[in-house]
């Protein structure tokens, strides 16, 4: 079906479809009529020698051809399909760079971490291990989310070939490689990443140096130099093996000592195939650059000798560098995408810190004699530490060397890398940008993951919501077109004579002032819709739709700010209730803000690790914990002047109650207590004069003195049961004064840390 409106394309090339079905006779006269197609066209037919096939589908048409090809002559086709499919389009290229910035990325930001991580702390894996690492992060959604969050539809990118990894003296250069079993060594390691988006394909190849002597910098230096004068040569018109010759002779003009290293095979295009077999940079190959072609361009030394390594593996080493680069237009040379440095500071590391000096070398006989000499002189005998009989300078009170090239690059490698250790903290807390200011992240709605999961009532044209997938499907020039929930900003209906209008305004940047000004986008070239608007003459469907759609805005509004809410609470620890003997208690206390339901009074208890207030009333057995290490500040208001006593916690982090995210609990008594009567009793309704009042004065100051010590010698034992990591902080009464913090006027009385506000009376 998707075939049938190829014919019908104008001024295109007239085809003709041969439909291959599930009935055996329709299947062998549909081949017996293609085969009369092909006799007539020529005796001649092009096969791709190099392919191989197989099937059902395969299978009849060998069978039903075999009694016919004797009379055919076959030709390799394959070259001129790779003439094709060599020079890209405009979708094709920016598949390559998406692929070549997956590859980046995982190099970039996770197997140079993984490496200096595991020489650092010494930790032993095998090149295979690591390999396997590198290969598992497409298939964990943590480490996806953090490295491709750029990257639209994940699901398309997958590892052209298994990661390669090689170290430890055993470099294979050739094109299908595999990680060998032996441990990472630190020396030098090279690693290959190939991968593919939209069946495009990218790879990248680095080389990494560990403690790298003064030789493999400078046989480093000269690769990469190398590779900057092939980016030169690589432009239209020239022939792959011209390029090839010119670096093959440069590396003979300039190190002579390096051409039998050189690694001939110089890469070739890429796309579809991971390596084309004809459009190769390798010597004799006639084929011409064009404008567009994709090249993996490859330069590598091979079978290296160190003669100042300091160990068996590291006396053979190679270098290997592979980019995906793009031919441009014109002179100009070749646009590499794939944009992970490769610089000799970016790509050397350096983990042994002792300072290498010029000197003789030592005699080691003659210090481990020297050594057991001075150990015989006595137990205070203080051991040398210099390894040379020549003092490393001039004078004695000299306390440093001077500083050579590898220290200078040491020193800036530090600078690097507490650089981007700040960038990565910032970066990776998604908090602030680079200047300093809240990133705003780009939001992506997914409706359907693909066309079948659309509902079957689409058929039918109409506007359907689907409640289910959180989205509307809208009918438009006949074409069923789904939109998240998310992505509506509001909807209206309006009456205009027999006709109801519903209008529905999308979320769009640049709508005017307001939050949803400035709304960033991820490519700000997109055409955006702004509204839509529908009418019909059937009123009770449009009201139906009208308060579908707005049920389920108010749904989605709803879960997005539980959720927001949500998002800071962080899990505590379990409260650790006191064993053996009973917790120290304050009764008869009402908490605030309330769970649910009426307030009753309940106990707060002081545990091993922190406080609970079982609730009491309807939500009886329910308990609110607070943890020692969750408070931030412990507040003790007294009564004086006020109608409560309460202890107020401030929470570090917030908790839930009931439905409500809370930071600030406080537990309290009134000071004038119902329970108190004081004109209801007999001798009172007969006489009451001046004395009772004074008497009721004195009863209430007692009373407040009363609550006041009891609840402040309670906030003294939960400073001692959290062994004072909370301390209990008094606002100062005495210098308080009216402030409007928030919305009202109030009395602001500040404390040894805080300025607080904590009743209302």
């Not at 037919?45 to 090809?69: C, H, L, P, R, Y």
Request: aromatic share 6%.
């Amino acid at each position: 079906k998707i075939l049938e409106a190829i014919p019908s394309v104008p001024d295109g090339v007239s085809l003709e479809i041969l439909v291959h079905g599930k009935e055996a006779d329709k299947n062998k006269e549909m081949f017996g009529k293609l085969v009369s197609i092909l006799k007539s066209s020529g005796s001649t037919i092009g096969m791709v020698s190099q392919e191989t096939t197989g099937g059902k589908f395969v299978d009849e048409w060998v069978a039903e051809f075999a009694a016919s090809k004797p009379s055919f002559t076959e030709a390799d086709f394959g070259p001129v399909l790779s003439r094709v499919l060599a020079v890209k389009d405009d979708s094709e290229i920016k598949y390559e760079k998406t692929a070549s910035g997956l590859c980046t990325a995982v190099m970039r930001d996770y197997f140079i971490d993984e490496m200096a991580d595991t020489f650092d702390q010494e930790k032993s894996i095998t090149n295979e291990k690591m390999a396997d690492r590198i290969a598992a992060v497409l298939s964990s959604d943590k480490l996806a989310k953090k490295l491709f969050s750029k990257v639209p539809m994940l699901d398309m990118a997958e590892w052209s070939a298994q990661p390669l990894v090689l170290s430890g003296g055993q470099y294979d250069l050739s094109h299908d490689p595999e990680s060998s079993t032996a441990l990472l060594h630190a020396g030098t390691v090279v690693c290959t990443l190939s991968m593919r988006y939209f069946m495009y394909n990218a790879t990248i190849s680095r080389t990494f140096m560990i403690d790298p002597s003064p030789d493999q910098d400078k046989n480093y230096s000269f690769l990469l130099e190398l590779q900057k004068k092939m980016l030169g040569w690589m432009t239209p018109g020239e022939s792959m093996g011209a390029v090839q010759a010119k670096a093959a002779k440069y590396v003979q003009d300039q190190r002579p000592d390096l051409t039998a290293n050189f690694v001939a095979d110089c890469g070739g295009v890429t796309g579809i195939e991971m390596r084309d077999g004809v459009h190769t940079i390798a010597p004799g190959n006639s084929e011409l650059l064009k404008a567009n072609m994709v090249i993996a361009l490859r330069v590598g030394l091979q079978d290296l000798i160190n003669a100042k390594a300091t160990d068996k593996l590291s006396k053979t080493y190679a270098y290997q560098l592979i980019d995906t680069v793009v031919v441009k237009e014109g002179d100009a040379a070749a646009e590499v995408l794939t944009s992970c440095s490769k610089e000799p500071n970016d790509v050397s590391f350096f983990f042994n810190e002792e300072d290498t000096t010029t000197g003789a070398k030592p005699d080691v006989k003659r210090e481990a004699k020297a050594d057991t000499k001075r150990e015989g002189n006595g137990a205070g005998a203080r051991p040398s530490t210099r390894k040379s009989a020549i003092l490393p300078s001039k004078f004695r009170s000299e306390e440093k060397d001077d500083e050579s090239t590898t220290r200078k690059r040491r020193e800036h490698q530090k600078e690097l890398l507490s650089r981007l250790l700040v960038e990565g903290r910032r970066r990776f807390a998604g908090e602030e940008g680079d200047d300093g200011e809240e990133t705003r992240v780009v939001k992506k709605f997914e409706s359907y993951k693909r066309e079948t999961a659309l509902p079957r009532e689409v058929r039918n044209c109409k506007i359907l919501v689907d409640e289910r997938a959180d989205s509307i499907v809208l009918p438009i020039y006949g074409m069923a077109v789904p939109f998240h929930i998310s992505t509506l900003k509001n909807i209206s209906r309006n009456d205009e004579g027999e006709y109801v209008y519903l209008r529905l305004n999308l979320v769009s940047p640049g709508q005017g002032v307001g939050k949803k000004d400035g709304l960033p986008v991820e490519d700000p070239g997109n055409t955006f819709v702004r509204s839509l608007t529908f009418r019909s003459t059937d009123i009770a469907r449009m009201n139906e739709i009208y308060q579908s759609i707005t049920a389920l805005k108010r749904d989605q509004i709803k879960r997005e700010t539980e959720k927001a809410q949500l998002a800071d609470i962080v899990q505590q620890d379990r409260l650790m209730p006191t064993v053996g003997q009973r917790p120290a208690r304050l009764p008869d206390v009402f908490m605030r803000p309330v769970a649910e339901g009426k307030r009753f009074p309940s106990a707060l208890e002081i545990h091993s690790n922190g406080l609970r207030y079982m609730a009491a009333g309807r939500g009886a057995g329910s308990a609110v914990d607070i943890l020692f290490n969750n408070i931030r500040h412990l507040f003790f208001q007294p009564c004086d002047n006020e109608l409560l006593v309460l202890i107020h916690v401030h929470l570090r982090n917030p908790i839930m109650l009931g439905k409500k995210k809370i930071q600030d609990i406080q537990f309290y008594r009134e000071a004038s207590d119902a329970s108190f009567d004081e004109t209801g009793n007999r001798r009172r309704r007969i006489r009451y004069g001046d004395e009772d009042e004074i008497e009721a004065e004195q009863e209430e100051r007692r009373r407040r003195r009363q609550l006041n010590k009891e609840f402040k010698e309670f906030a003294g034992k939960i400073a001692e049961a959290s062994n004072h990591e909370v301390e209990v902080d008094t606002p100062f009464r005495e210098v308080s004064f009216n402030g409007v913090p928030a919305r009202s006027n109030v009395l602001l009385q500040p404390t040894v840390d805080c300025l607080v506000h904590l009743s209302d009376t």
